[in-house]
């Protein structure tokens, strides 16, 4: 019984096999694949080129956000009473941040060591820069004249308009964080 029954399975196997072969069942794919081998290879066109990428750079970063309201500060209004100084000397060589509108410096934090405190201050641009007293930052001779934790003072020496110059309080301070 046990060999009838493989002889039974070997004979189906067999005849499964031999159903898997039909000559005549692939003809129409086999004439496709002639007929596709025999058309002429063509050219492959060549890939487009592209023009370099021109990069823009953002150069209004240092001035005036033109969504803050402009200094409400009118020189002939404000320093009435106010003593006229020298004018600030041109020959002087510029510090860095004299190349930044005083609107776009902001105070990010403070250094100390030796009892000496120094102002770090952003320029707008992404760079931070480390000052103290003495040192000039904005585009009106703006002098630091004192640094504390929480701010730096600035006097910024400006034209009145009739031909002096005043000097003009500022001060950077600290924003704290939401």
């Given at each position: ?17 031999s ?15 002639a ?14 080129t ?50 930044y ?44 004249t ?33």
């Open positions: 019984m046990m060999q009838m029954t493989r002889l039974f399975l070997v004979v189906v196997g067999l005849l499964i096999l159903g898997c072969t039909g000559g005549a069942q692939h003809e129409d794919l086999q004439r496709f694949m007929d596709v081998k025999a058309k002429p290879v063509g050219d492959i066109e060549p890939l487009p592209f023009r370099a990428y021109k990069t823009f750079r953002y150069g209004a970063m240092a001035m005036r956000s033109p969504f803050e309201p402009p200094l409400d500060f009118d020189v002939a209004d404000s320093v009435t009473g106010k003593e006229k100084v020298s004018a600030p000397d041109e020959g002087r060589k510029k510090e860095y941040l004299e190349g509108n005083f609107a776009a410096l902001s105070l990010v934090g403070t250094l100390s060591k030796d009892g000496q405190i120094w102002s770090l201050v952003n320029d707008g641009g992404g760079g931070i820069h480390r000052v103290t007293v003495g040192n000039y930052m904005g585009k009106n001779h703006g002098r630091i004192s640094v504390t934790n929480t701010k730096a003072d600035v006097i910024e020496v400006v034209p009145d308009g009739k031909g002096s110059w005043v000097e003009r309080p500022r001060t950077l301070a600290l924003k704290e964080k939401d």
